[in-house]
């Protein structure tokens, strides 16, 4: 009898343990998006700083990236802009793969925009590169004035993630290339809590359809989600 009873009692544990384990997967899976944990334009000096050392090498990659992409299309020459520029490395890496562009990074911080400015690399490409301040929400650029835009990491963060992706079909040429690549929310964000204020696949399709962007390709890995015009 007592075996008998000691049997159910560990099956009782056991079962009580799946039940927490599941409900543990399905908040993993299901994660709540949190606010920011800092400001949204890099003014802080140090943060700027820290942020640039930080992200440079991942900035590089993307820019070699859709580099390899944007020739494997057959692009050769026009003019690129980067939304929310950062610290310039993919806008450089671009400038640098494509001489006959002219390459423009804008942002609204300053620190980041100094330290892009004074790089070597931007000191070495001239006048081809810009850095300018201006709001991603509201570009001072012409309609249809651009062969290719990048947005990294900015959906989750800008402040009217709508009206940015308005501006992006506004100044986008009818046959341009679109770049947008951000952080997906997942159970990383245990880990790294800008994750956890990122937005999940579904959460970015449907913001996007809210927007007046044409229609482009979604695809997601382990760390992004990314979106893709131009072929
Ligand atoms: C997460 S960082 C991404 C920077 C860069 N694209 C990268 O991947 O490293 C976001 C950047 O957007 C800038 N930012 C935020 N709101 C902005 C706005 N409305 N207009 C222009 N830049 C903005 C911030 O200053 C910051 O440099």
New binding site residues.
Partial sequence: MRDILRFTVYDLLLFVALIVFEHRIKGLRNMKRSPLTHE????DEDF?QK?AKD?QK??EK?GHEYAQKLTSRGFLQGRII??????G??ALVLAETFPDCEVVG????EP?LRIAEGSDQADKLGERVKFEK????QIPYQDNSFEVVI????VH???DPIR?LNEMERILKPDGFLFIADLRRSWLGIIEKEIKSSLTLSEARELFKQSRLRQGVFSSSFLWWRFELGD
Avoid: K, R, W
Avoid at 82 to 87: E, L, S, V, W
Avoid at 151 to 154: A, E, P, R
């Fill in positions: 949204i334009v890099f003014n700027a942020y992200h991942m900035t993307f980067d939304f929310g520029c950062g610290a490395g993919t804008i942002n609204l911080s980041l201006a709001d991603v929400q947005n990294l990491n900015m963060l800008v402040e940015m």
